[in-house]
């Protein structure tokens, strides 16, 4: 069940040493996709996410992805995308398991007072949509356009890996 991270949850960066969430949150909100490098759903959503977190990336949040494994399967996963947008990685899935999430892919809007904002589990557009169009008023940003047209078709999110 989704739930606000508790302030010391450690988000680690890809290459840096990590910091506690609140940490990440200290000017700006934070969005993050979270994907599962050992599934394949999330692969199928890898583009389409890159595409929403690079319509934020200007905006006053910060963007991630939030990949429930190790640095290498993260980057196999993401490729260009692992060094183009903030990544952060969670071998023993604390992170994801901080969220409440059950399944990935999932997008997380967290408030600079980190609280969860909105979640979307899975790829539901319209979820999806709503998660966008919210953090986008909130930012004063223009949201992207949900489904676009090379987005995958709806699908539920996977279950979370066995660690």
């Known amino acids: 069940m989704v739930a606000n991270p508790p302030p010391d949850l450690i988000l680690t ?87 409440g999430l059950e399944a990935l892919p999932a997008a997380v809007h967290l408030g600079m007072d980190g609280s969860i904002v909105n979640v979307a589990e899975g790829w539901d557009p319209p979820a999806w949509r709503r998660l966008t169009q919210e953090l986008a008023r909130i930012v004063s940003w223009s949201y992207p356009v949900i489904p676009g047209p090379r987005d995958p078709a709806p699908f539920k999110g996977a279950p979370l890996p066995q660690v």
């Open 13 to 99: 960066p890809i290459n840096g040493a990590g910091r506690p969430v609140r940490g990440w949150l200290t000017v700006f909100h934070l969005f993050v996709v979270a994907v599962d490098p050992s599934n394949e759903r999330s692969a199928w959503i890898v583009p389409t996410a890159a595409r929403i977190l690079t319509n934020f990336d200007q905006a006053d949040c910060r963007v991630a992805w939030l990949a429930a494994g190790m640095a290498d399967d993260a980057r196999r996963l993401l490729g260009r995308w692992a060094k183009d947008i903030l990544t952060f990685v969670d071998p023993d899935l604390a992170a994801v398991k901080g969220f």
